[in-house]
């Protein structure tokens, strides 16, 4: 047996960190490792791993309507042309992280994703590793790997900020670049 729990609610075995709140095993459940293409999707996916920096994903997850409405649905089009009004009208949005740096690293990587051949999520999905066993352990799961390192040097060689290899290993969890549910985990495989 690894290391996933079983759900208080139904009993299901689920990787620890999706076991509960309600917000977390919705997320678990029904999109973390699910593939995720498409420029706009792929967007919204850096920018929230990039306000969660140093953050609770819970954090994020629970604000991320507010995200959402606040960014345009995360058209890259439509952030890429946000000014600094723009700027400051996010910093006064409580409803999202008020953080000068992240707003403006959202808005340069949108302008940054605007001018990529080819767009965002082929350059993204360019780095997907071979797909691997699942791990059976939360210990077994890495936080940097070879290819999260590599797409973070392409993403900031084009421009791309707050996008180290730990965050972009994070964004490649999510999006199922690589499938870190657990051995025993009742989520099926992508």
Not at 99 to 117: E, P
């Amino acid at each position: 047996m690894g290391d996933a729990v079983a759900g208080e609610v139904d009993g299901l075995a689920r990787c620890p960190w999706g076991a509960a709140p309600e917000i977390y095993r919705e997320y678990h459940d029904q999109e973390w490792g699910r593939p995720v293409r498409g420029d706009d999707a792929l967007f919204e996916r850096v920018s929230l791993e990039a306000f969660q920096s140093g953050l609770s994903w819970l954090v994020i997850l629970r604000k991320r309507e507010a995200f959402r409405k606040a960014f345009e649905g995360f058209a890259i089009v439509k952030v890429a042309a946000f000014t600094e009004a723009d700027a400051e009208r996010l910093l006064a949005d409580e409803g999202i992280v008020r953080n000068r740096l992240k707003i403006d690293a959202t808005i340069a990587n949108a302008k940054a994703a605007a001018d990529l051949d080819g767009g965002l999520s082929d350059l993204v999905w360019s780095f997907a590793p071979e797909r691997r066993a699942r791990p059976k352990r939360i210990a077994d799961v890495p936080a940097v790997t070879p290819e999260s390192t590599a797409l973070s040097k392409a993403l900031k060689k084009r421009g791309f900020k707050f996008v180290g290899p730990t965050t972009a290993y994070a964004m490649m969890q999510a999006v199922g670049m690589v499938d870190d549910h657990l051995a025993d985990c009742h989520v099926p495989a992508a």
